[in-house]
Nanobody, 122 residues
């Protein structure tokens, strides 16, 4: 079992930056790949980024590529999502999740956090 807690969300102006953190407890987090997903009001949850167990492999959604960076510190059991040049359409609840491998598919993830709200004002 892995418990995930996100933090770092908030209100930011368009063009600004935020860094989300996902702290894991329970089983050794380095045993899992990690992903970030988000859900905007009235929309389905969508993939944002994922990172492999070692951090050597990362995938990004086209909508965030070049603006967001996913990273992890296994010694701290934490995964990060650095979000730069934020846009109004990035407004959503952002979720951290853990899986056996880095995947764009929501169904591949076994553990989920409660989410943290990111609001970008235009």
């Amino acid at each position: 079992q892995v418990q995930l807690v996100e933090s770092g969300g908030g209100l930011v102006q368009a063009g600004g930056s935020l860094r989300l953190s996902c702290a894991a407890s329970g089983r050794t987090f380095s045993s899992y790949a990690a992903g970030w997903f988000r859900q905007a009001p009235g929309k389905e949850r969508e993939f944002v980024a994922c990172i492999s167990r070692s951090g050597g492999i990362t995938y990004y959604a086209d909508s965030v590529k070049g603006r967001f960076t996913i990273s992890r510190d296994n010694a701290k059991n934490t995964v990060y999502l650095q979000m730069n040049n934020l846009k109004f359409e990035d407004t959503a609840v952002h979720y951290c999740a853990a899986a056996d491998h880095c995947s764009r598919r929501e169904d591949d993830y076994d553990y989920w956090g409660q989410g943290t709200q990111v609001t970008v004002s235009s």
